[in-house]
């Protein structure tokens, strides 16, 4: 079986501005034809990341290779290789749907015949066709993301670089952009993902890295990530100010030795065994918890525990 190609491979890549330290040191691979993801906080080093790899802001230190080349020696080459969806749309609002197409496909020298026949497969791909000759003003933001993913894909690229592409997006919108990522993932494209949104990581990456304070602090199969860090279940309990350390002290007894998280007004336990959960969930119920939820563990919960929660010994 042959070895999947690697489409981007990092090695010590660093990233400063000035004395601040973006990227400090990342290790990581991209293969064909995954959907590889890049997850964190704002501040992280996702954006700075993402901004070497397409070519846009130089390398400090380290080694990167975007399809077998060098940024630092060949970036308009490796910039009509890619693809690359903005987190703000920045479609011509002076042009048509189907012009906004023909348009970019000049910046690769497209001749007219390829450049007009692939603006309408594209069109057709992300179900735009019956707007083509419509204002870009007359779209809901919904249409905007698809003609964007459309208008990066014009130079047929070998990577697509995605970022926050459903940010703003009702749910229908944003699960429609999700079928039709799929479906340029089943046709062999590979891509790379930021995004806040940790049901869009999970629906589309095959592997992610969570970063944090510009250190890559763990990667995996979101599937894995989840079994790791978090286990099978969560239990949410809302801690009503009277019941506050009266309810802290049974979910103590009750789950001894389980890692806990207290956010605010809830807390989060975490636990494999789901018969300990149940009978916290119970032994809660009966002494009418504010809130109490039993629940399957996210990626979400992942992300919240390695970045953003403190634990409850």
Same mark, same amino acid.
């Given at each position: 079986?042959t070895a999947?190609?690697?489409?981007?491979?990092?090695?010590?890549?660093?990233k400063?501005?000035?004395d601040?330290?973006a990227?400090?040191?990342?290790d990581?691979?991209?293969v064909?034809?995954e959907?590889?993801?890049?997850?964190?906080?704002?501040?992280a080093?996702k954006?700075?990341?993402?901004?070497?790899?397409?070519?846009v802001?130089?390398?400090?230190?380290?080694?990167?290779r975007?399809?077998?080349?060098?940024?630092?020696?060949?970036?308009?080459?490796?910039?009509?290789l890619?693809?690359v969806?903005p987190q703000e749309?920045?479609?011509?609002?002076?042009?048509?749907v189907l012009?906004?197409?023909?348009?970019?496909?000049?910046?690769?020298?497209?001749?007219?015949?390829?450049?007009?026949e692939?603006?309408w497969?594209?069109?057709?791909?992300?179900?735009?066709?019956?707007?083509?000759s419509?204002r870009?003003?007359?779209?809901?933001?919904?249409?905007?993301r698809?003609?964007?993913v459309?208008?990066a894909?014009?130079?047929?690229?070998?990577?697509l670089v995605?970022d926050?592409p459903t940010?703003?997006l009702?749910p229908?919108?944003?699960?429609?952009?999700w079928q039709?990522?799929?479906?340029?993932?089943?046709q062999? #494209?590979t891509?790379?993902l930021?995004?806040?949104?940790?049901?869009?990581?999970?629906?589309?990456c095959?592997?992610?890295?969570?970063?944090d304070?510009?250190h890559i602090i763990?990667?995996g199969r979101p599937a894995?990530?989840?079994a790791?860090?978090?286990?099978e279940?969560?239990?949410e309990v809302r801690?009503g100010?009277d019941e506050r350390?009266?309810t802290?002290?049974?979910l103590?007894?009750?789950?001894p030795g389980?890692?806990?998280?207290?956010v605010?007004?809830?807390v989060? #336990?975490y636990?494999?065994?789901?018969?300990a959960i149940?009978?916290?969930?119970?032994?809660?119920?009966?002494?009418?918890?504010?809130q109490v939820?039993?629940r399957?563990a996210?990626?979400?919960d992942?992300?919240?525990?390695?970045t953003?929660?403190?634990?409850?010994e």
């Amino acid at each position: 079986m042959t070895a999947p190609r690697t489409v981007v491979e990092a090695h010590g890549l660093v990233k400063r501005f000035g004395d601040l330290v973006a990227v400090d040191g990342i290790d990581f691979e991209i293969v064909e034809p995954e959907c590889f993801g890049f997850l964190g906080p704002n501040g992280a080093g996702k954006t700075s990341t993402i901004r070497m790899i397409t070519c846009v802001s130089p390398i400090t230190a380290g080694e990167l290779r975007v399809l077998g080349r060098d940024p630092r020696r060949e970036p308009r080459v490796i910039k009509g290789l890619i693809g690359v969806v903005p987190q703000e749309d920045n479609l011509d609002p002076d042009l048509t749907v189907l012009a906004n197409l023909l348009v970019y496909a000049r910046y690769f020298d497209l001749p007219a015949a390829v450049a007009e026949e692939r603006a309408w497969e594209n069109l057709r791909l992300m179900a735009l066709e019956e707007k083509a000759s419509e204002r870009i003003e007359h779209l809901s933001g919904g249409l905007k993301r698809r003609l964007t993913v459309a208008r990066a894909l014009i130079n047929q690229p070998s990577l697509l670089v995605l970022d926050e592409p459903t940010t703003g997006l009702d749910p229908q919108a944003r699960h429609l952009v999700w079928q039709k990522l799929r479906q340029l993932k089943r046709q062999g #494209v590979t891509m790379v993902l930021t995004t806040h949104n940790m049901e869009e990581a999970a629906q589309l990456c095959d592997r992610v890295v969570v970063m944090d304070r510009s250190h890559i602090i763990a990667r995996g199969r979101p599937a894995e990530l989840v079994a790791t860090y978090v286990g099978e279940q969560v239990l949410e309990v809302r801690l009503g100010f009277d019941e506050r350390e009266r309810t802290l002290a049974l979910l103590r007894e009750l789950v001894p030795g389980r890692e806990m998280d207290e956010v605010e007004d809830t807390v989060y #336990v975490y636990a494999q065994d789901g018969q300990a959960i149940d009978q916290a969930v119970v032994s809660l119920l009966e002494r009418r918890a504010d809130q109490v939820t039993l629940r399957r563990a996210t990626l979400e919960d992942v992300f919240l525990r390695l970045t953003g929660r403190g634990l409850i010994e």
